[in-house]
């Protein structure tokens, strides 16, 4: 009769996802096919050892955000960026994310890991999107616009900046209340969020949980006082289910384009700086690396 821990390792070896599974020793117990592909580590030589000390052997930067997503539960489930390093040197963009795994009785046993290539290194980086096509469409009209209103800033020297904004609130509205539910906030987010724009500026659904915001503002200090407003807006906003009042908030990274940057470095500097927010508490604004400004206390 074959050993269920067989079913289980045979199951996860065919995700196409990297999965790496860490006891609650601190030592890798598991690692999939489709890690051994993505990063060139075979199983027999990462199962044993001690899980950070393999990370650091791969992966060349973000680590640290990874490893913080398991200290408090409010941050598990967020992807964070990473840059790993093949075995054969070259260089790699992944998503990862860490999920707790617990026994019947909801003690800790271990870590769960799952990782995956992001995009193509010309693409755009998005979002998470897992719960339907109405997210991606969105994604898709507003990279659409995006580059539209880049070529704006590139050419003719329109102000261009981004506000990436994560509602606080939506994953563990979905995870304990269902998709519906979470919908339903998410478009009340939304509607105050555009009840807030300035005139020539754009807001799309650039995720699950998240929205992107194109502005038009002049310095980045005036893009920082524009996220401060329209975040006060997303709080104010009402929000019952089922007779149950959802407090709302949200984090916003904000990145001003600067003379002679590319698109794709602009966005992935408002998403750390969104996720930098994130793993600080939610609930704020958070500069971009690279900006330089004086905001007010």
């Known amino acids: 009769m074959t050993d269920r821990s067989e079913l289980v390792e045979a199951a996860l070896d065919m995700l196409p996802n990297g999965i790496a599974v860490v006891g609650e020793e601190g030592r890798v117990v598991f690692w ?7 990063t060139g580590y075979g199983s027999a030589a990462l199962v044993g050892r001690p899980a950070r000390e393999a990370l650091e052997e791969m992966v060349v930067a ?3 955000n990874l490893v913080s997503q398991t200290g408090t539960e409010s941050s ?6 990473l840059h790993l390093r093949n075995r054969q040197g070259g260089d790699i963009a992944a998503m990862a994310q860490m999920m707790v795994l617990r026994n019947g009785l909801g003690r800790r046993i271990g870590t769960l890991a799952v990782f995956h290539p992001t995009e193509a290194l010309d693409g755009l980086p998005r979002g998470e999107c897992r719960n339907g096509i109405d997210v991606e ?15 704006e800033f ?3 020297g329109v102000p261009f900046g981004v506000l990436w904004v994560l509602v606080d609130q939506a994953h563990e509205l979905r995870r304990t209340h269902g998709n519906r539910a979470c919908e339903a906030m998410l478009e009340k987010v939304e509607c105050a969020l555009l009840s ?6 754009e807001l799309g659904r650039w995720g699950d949980d998240e929205f992107l915001i194109l502005s038009h503002e002049t310095t980045t200090e005036l893009l920082v006082a ?21 407090s709302l908030t949200v984090s916003v990274g904000v990145a001003h384009a600067a003379s002679g940057e590319t698109l794709r470095p602009l966005l992935e500097r408002a998403r750390a700086a969104m996720i930098s927010g994130v793993h600080e508490g939610g609930n704020g604004i958070t500069l971009a690396p690279g900006e330089q400004t004086c905001l007010p206390s």
């Open 196 to 201: 807030g724009l300035h005139p020539g500026e």
């Open 154 to 156: 590139t050419h003719a």
């Open 137 to 151: 469409k969105s994604q898709a009209d507003l990279e659409e616009r995006i580059d539209e209103v880049f070529e």
């Open 76 to 81: 598990l489930g967020h992807h964070v960026l």
């Open 62 to 64: 973000g680590l640290e």
């Open 226 to 246: 524009h996220a401060r407003r329209l975040a006060g807006m997303a709080q104010t906003a009402e929000f019952h289910w089922w007779g149950d009042r959802v």
């Open 32 to 38: 999939n096919r489709a890690a051994e592909a993505l």
